[in-house]
């Protein structure tokens, strides 16, 4: 399993970086005759200083650490998918040995409205070498970042943090399906290789 975190980035390579530094209102000038700053109908701040005056127009954006938060895996429910073909010719390769195809179990939020979820570059690089199965020791959790780059330039940036859970045959949460279709077709896998 790997929980994955993006995190978008302001910067664009086409477009210049959105941030909130002064736009200078050339219709306000500072002038010393003056009591008090007029702010202009557009604008909703105003910094005044001996010898100049600023109009700072803020956008509303919303402040947050994480844009998404993921669950990657291998979903119980569906049949294990390996990444490469476990037949060559007459033999069939280890089912231990290969990796499956990674999948998003779940995310929070749905979606928002300038960050797109995209399910298909989450899945492949929060897991790049897919999901590996073991039978007795698995390996300690890791972490690793990645970056996704939309065609428009805009970064989006990821950490994931990989970790092994037990993949178990009966679950008490759903009691119509007791038993696991990852796990049947992983035992399948296993029988055509024995």
């Not at 302001?10 to 002038?31: L, V």
């Not at 998003?104 to 979820?117: D, G, I, K, S, T």
């Not at 994931?160 to 399948?188: I, K, M, W």
């Amino acid at each position: 399993m790997a929980a994955t975190v993006t995190l978008s980035s302001k910067s664009s390579i086409d477009k210049p970086p959105k941030h909130s530094s002064p736009i200078i209102n050339e219709k306000e000038i500072y002038s010393p005759d003056s009591s008090s700053t007029t702010l202009s109908p557009e604008s909703t701040h105003s910094i005044s200083s001996p010898d100049k005056s600023f109009v700072v127009h803020e956008q509303p954006q919303s402040i947050r650490l994480v844009d998404y938060f993921v669950v990657c895996g291998i979903n119980k429910y569906v049949d294990v998918e390996p990444s490469i073909d476990l037949t060559l010719g007459d033999q069939v390769i280890n089912p231990f040995q290969c990796s499956y195809r990674c999948r998003v179990l779940c995310h929070y939020p749905n979606e928002l409205p300038n960050n797109q979820f995209d399910e298909d570059a989450i899945s492949r690089l929060s897991m790049p070498d897919g999901v590996s199965i073991q039978q007795n020791s698995p390996d300690p959790p890791t972490t690793h970042p990645f970056l996704i780059t939309r065609l428009d330039g805009t970064r989006y940036y990821g950490v994931a943090l990989t970790f092994f859970e037990q993949l178990t045959h009966d679950d008490g949460t759903y009691p119509d399906n007791s038993s696991s279709t990852a796990v049947s077709s992983l035992n399948r896998l296993i029988e055509a290789y024995s």
